[in-house]
């Protein structure tokens, strides 16, 4: 593969420290409706925080799981994190998982703060991931540990897998406004 043709570098992957607890945090969800490891994407979990105009990831990672192990996934992560809105991809997959995650909370008495995400409609997956070129050349998108997985699809993008890589494309959308 041509180099100068991918849009991230080995440059782009900027290690930060921890921020502050306070800093709110969202979690997206990109989730795959099928668990084969030979044909299928992951499900994809990006966990970030917007600190003035740098994004940092506190998680990122995908996972082969079955609905139940995402919806699990989802409440292990809201504990961790805290985050305003966990915000589940929905297209084609509403029901897929919407369903699970509600009869999970009546279970469990923990209300997740649902907020699901369309995916975008004037662009294709590519074009959407690329759209986070300028904030990594900017050394806007801040890495708060090691993130194996996002590494390594942002390396290899556009070819291989992109579910985490997708996960983190939304961040710009969900970029909190006023408090």
């Given at each position: ?175 909190p406004g006023a408090p």
């Amino acid at each position: 593969e041509d180099q100068t043709l991918k849009p991230f570098s080995q440059g782009h992957i900027v290690t930060a420290p921890p921020i502050p607890e306070w800093a709110p945090s969202v979690l997206v969800i990109d989730p795959a409706r099928t668990t084969d490891k030979q044909k299928s994407a992951r499900t994809g979990y990006c966990v970030f925080s917007w600190v003035g105009a740098k994004c940092y990831v506190r998680a990122a990672y995908g996972a082969f799981h079955k609905p139940d192990e995402i919806v699990n996934e989802t409440f292990k992560l809201d504990a961790l994190y805290n985050p305003i809105w966990v915000r589940p991809e929905k297209d084609g997959l509403a029901e897929f998982l919407l369903q699970p995650y509600s009869a999970s909370m009546v279970e469990s008495g923990h209300v997740l703060p649902l907020m699901p995400l369309s995916a975008p409609r004037d662009r294709d997956k590519n074009s959407f991931i690329t759209g986070l070129q300028p904030f990594f050349e900017a050394a806007d998108v801040l890495m708060c540990g090691d993130f194996p997985d996002l590494v390594t699809e942002l390396l290899a993008f556009p070819s291989g897998r992109k579910d985490v890589l997708n996960a983190l494309a939304y961040a710009p959308r969900c970029r909190p406004g006023a408090p």
